[in-house]
């Protein structure tokens, strides 16, 4: 199943308390280091956001971000969030009814309007992820995460099987994918399983990252189809 949104940020305490106030997570673990929080949607349903610490600010380019839920609060949510310390941003989204803000580190979501696809998914409504081919990426994320097609304003939009929790949009890149992304998603398979997905993830069309920062830990560094990456826990 779907475990972690994974960003970076350079001060991963500071990052970590602000989406601890934005979402309102559980801390488990907050250093200068690493953060990591948890959001609970219900019974054995959780999904936590992990914060790694870099040395580099956000470079542009984003393909996978956190539309958070704001509905008819839409604007009584951003401005909690500009409170909390976010700032608005221009990425040349015009005159869209969603609004564009950053965390404090610079990494860019957004929070939405209504929509019908977001009942009772919580503070997250949707990650929306760029693909060079949606249906394909969407049938790998389908076999890893054990997610179902769902109602969704992507082409393609996988959602947990109690249709609970945010929704993971499947949607076409604008640009080729051009550095390692600054926000990924983990994955954990049942114990003693880590092999078997991963080779199901490989069957899929999914490479192995071979790159020196990706080896030697206990999880698997995978790119899915459209180069974005993802692991596969232990």
Known sequence: MLENIVMQARDPRETG???????????LTSAPDGYEGRMTFGEDLWLDVCIERVSEPPPPGWRLHLDLFGGEEQQEVVKRLLGAGAHRIDIGQR??????????????????????????????????????????????????TGWVPAEGVGPVTLRHPSMHGPLLELCPEAEPKQRQNRTHLDVRPEPGRQAELVETALALGATRVEERWALGHSWVVLRDTSGNEFCVLD
């Open 17 to 27: 308390a602000f989406w601890e106030t934005a979402l309102g997570l559980t801390t």
């Open 95 to 144: 005159d869209v009814p969603w609004v564009v803000l950053a965390d404090p580190d610079g990494n860019p979501f957004c929070v939405m309007e209504e929509r019908a696809a977001y009942r009772d998914t919580g503070p997250i409504a949707a990650l929306p992820l760029d693909c060079i081919d949606p249906e394909r990426d969407g049938a790998l994320y389908a076999a890893v």
